[in-house]
T-cell receptor, first 118, second 115 residues
Framework: EPEVTQTPSHQVTQMGQEVILRCVPISNHLYFYWYRQILGQKVEFLVS????????KSEIFDDQFSVERPDGSNFTLKIRSTKLEDSAMYFCASKFEGVNRALYYGYTFGSGTRLTVV | AQSVTQPDIHITVSEGASLELRCNYS??????LFWYVQSPGQGLQLLLKYFSGDTLVQGIKGFEAEFKRSQSSFNLRKPSVHWSDAAEYFC?????????????FGAGTRLAVHP
């Protein structure tokens, strides 16, 4: 079964450093998402991406965050200057939406990148 | 505003016992509904989803869920729990209009299973 692949699985970075989290969505999916989950808390939406542009972003997704689909396969989340409160698990998801939504609709999540800011 | 409520933060059941995890949603129209499971340190695995039609949907690992429009609920059930079911369970909702619509998650229910 096709998977969403995220790398690295765990990243430790110093406060103020830039990090790039990488995702390879499923190849025929068109919609891409980033979510985060602070330890012990709920999964929160960050941003959705479609047709090479941001479709929607949450208030968490401030100017420190950016997303990119640089080569038609990878989907990246960049945090320019990390803060301690950015420590979380970050999930990438992609979605396929066929004509018959009941058959094809679904969000597939990657295994996540655990980001630790020290 | 759209929201998902999972009233139970923690539930503990004995192995072999039945299970019901509650989920209530607040949405302007009939939504698409999902249940995901997350084992410790792992990603989110889809258990089942509801779009339309039969309000009782079957999923993987022996789980089922029932959509009750009148109660705005989508409770997850399993007749006999196995120790391997210990995990965190998330209910999620999205719009039926499709497109780039995001999933909105509940806070999760952590399930512990006693041998």
């Amino acid at each position: 079964e096709p998977e969403v692949t995220q790398t690295p699985s765990h990243q430790v970075t110093q406060m103020g450093q830039e990090v790039i989290l990488r995702c390879v969505p499923i190849s025929n999916h068109l919609y891409f998402y980033w979510y985060r989950q602070i330890l012990g808390q709920k999964v929160e939406f960050l941003v959705s991406f479609y047709n090479n542009e941001i479709s929607e972003k949450s208030e968490i997704f401030d100017d420190q965050f950016s997303v990119e689909r640089p080569d038609g396969s990878n989907f990246t989340l960049k945090i320019r200057s990390t803060k301690l409160e950015d420590s979380a698990m970050y999930f990438c998801a992609s979605k396929f939406e066929g004509v018959n939504r009941a058959l094809y609709y679904g969000y597939t999540f990657g295994s996540g990148t655990r980001l630790t800011v020290v | 505003a759209q929201s998902v409520t999972q009233p139970d933060i923690h539930i503990t059941v004995s192995e072999g016992a039945s299970l019901e995890l509650r989920c209530n949603y607040s949405y302007g129209a009939t939504p698409y509904l999902f249940w995901y499971v997350q084992s410790p340190g792992q990603g989110l695995q889809l258990l089942l989803k509801y779009f339309s039609g039969d309000t009782l949907v079957q999923g993987i690992k022996g789980f089922e869920a029932e959509f009750k429009r009148s109660q705005s609920s989508f409770n997850l059930r399993k007749p006999s729990v196995h120790w391997s079911d210990a995990a965190e369970y998330f209910c999620a909702v999205t719009s039926q209009s499709g497109g780039y619509n995001k999933l909105i998650f509940g806070a999760g229910t952590r399930l512990a299973v006693h041998p």
